[in-house]
C-alpha cells in the first residue's frame, strides 16, 4: 500500500453525445443486428452482450468528445473502464487521446491512461505511449497505471524502468511506486531508485522496497546505505524498510534508535516492534 504523504492520486473524469450522421462503427452495430419494424436494430443474438455495451459507450464517447466537456468526457471513459478486458475495441481511440492526436484536457488524457490499465497487457503499447508524451502530469498518470497492469510482467517492468528515468521526480516517484506491484522481480529497479537525485524519489523507493518485505531481502545492502542519508525522512523509510527483512537488521535498527533526528529514531522502534526484536 502506498503511504498517504508519497501518495499519488490521479483525478479522472468525463460523459453524452449529440446528434449527427451515422459513423462507420454505428453502422457496424446497425449491420451486426435485425431491423425491427420501426427501423432501429436489434440486440444480435451472436455477439456477446458486454460488446455490444462497449460499442455504445465507444459511440458516445466519439460524440462526447466532439461537443462535451473535459468532465463529461471523463465520465465517460471511466465507464469503459468498467468493462475491463471486454473493452479492447477502445484502444485505439483511448490512444489517440494519450497521444495528444485530440487535443483534450490533461485530466481527460489520464482517465483515458487509467482506462488502457483496466483494459490490461494488451494496451501495454499503448500505456508506453503515455510515459513519452509532452505533460508530465500525464506521464505520471501512465507510471501510475503501470502498478496495475501486468503483475510480474517483465515488459511492463522494461517499460517502469523508462519511466524511472523520467526529467521530473514526480514521474519518477510513481514509477518507483508502480514497480512494487510487480513483487520480487522489479527488486533490482528499485535498489537503483534509492541512488536517485531527488530525496523523494529515494523516500519512495524505500517505502516500495518495504512493501515488498522478504521479497526484497536482497536490497538490504542497499538500504544500510541509505541509512547514511542526509534527509531525515529517506533514513527513516529506510529504518522501516530494514525492519520487514527479518532478524537480520537488527543491529541496524539498534544503531538507528540513536539517530540524531528524534523521527528516525521512532522509526527505529515501531521497526524493531514490528520485527518482534
Not at 197 to 208: C, G, I, K, N, Y
Request: charged share 30%; aromatic share 4%.
Amino acid at each position: 500500500m502506498k503511504p498517504a504523504f508519497l501518495g499519488a492520486g490521479i483525478l479522472l473524469l468525463a460523459c453524452l453525445g449529440c446528434g449527427g450522421e451515422e459513423t462507420p462503427r454505428e453502422a457496424a452495430v446497425v449491420d451486426s443486428g435485425e431491423v425491427t419494424a420501426s427501423g432501429g436494430p436489434t440486440t444480435p443474438t451472436n455477439v456477446p452482450e458486454s460488446q455490444i455495451e462497449v460499442e455504445r459507450v465507444i459511440l458516445e464517447l466519439e460524440k462526447v468528445i466532439e461537443k462535451g466537456q473535459w468532465d463529461e468526457k471523463s465520465a465517460k471513459i471511466r465507464q469503459l473502464a468498467q468493462y475491463g478486458p471486454d473493452a479492447r475495441a477502445a484502444i485505439p481511440l483511448l490512444r489517440s487521446l494519450v497521444a495528444g492526436d485530440l487535443d483534450e484536457h490533461w485530466l481527460v488524457r489520464s482517465e483515458a491512461v487509467c482506462a488502457l490499465a483496466a483494459i490490461g497487457p494488451e494496451a501495454l503499447a499503448e500505456l508506453a505511449v503515455g510515459l513519452k508524451v509532452r505533460d508530465g502530469r500525464v506521464r505520471r498518470a501512465a507510471a501510475y497505471a503501470l502498478g496495475k497492469v501486468g503483475s510480474g510482467s517483465d515488459e511492463v517492468i522494461a517499460v517502469l524502468r523508462d519511466a524511472r528515468r523520467d526529467i521530473v521526480w514526480q514521474v519518477r516517484a510513481e514509477a518507483v511506486r508502480s514497480l512494487a506491484s510487480h513483487g520480487a522481480k522489479a527488486v533490482p529497479e528499485i535498489r537503483e531508485a534509492l541512488r536517485d537525485q531527488d530525496r523523494r524519489v529515494r523516500m519512495a523507493a524505500a517505502w516500495s522496497l518495504r512493501q515488498l518485505g522478504p521479497q526484497a531481502k536482497s536490497a538490504m545492502p542497499d538500504l544500510r546505505a541509505a541509512l547514511e542519508d542526509e534527509d531525515w525522512l529517506v533514513r527513516s523509510a529506510a529504518t522501516y524498510a530494514l525492519g520487514r527483512m527479518g532478524r537480520g537488521a537488527a543491529a541496524d535498527l539498534a544503531a538507528m534508535a540513536k539517530d540524531e533526528n528524534w523521527a528516525v529514531r521512532w522509526a527505529a522502534d515501531q521497526a524493531r516492534q514490528e520485527a518482534g526484536l
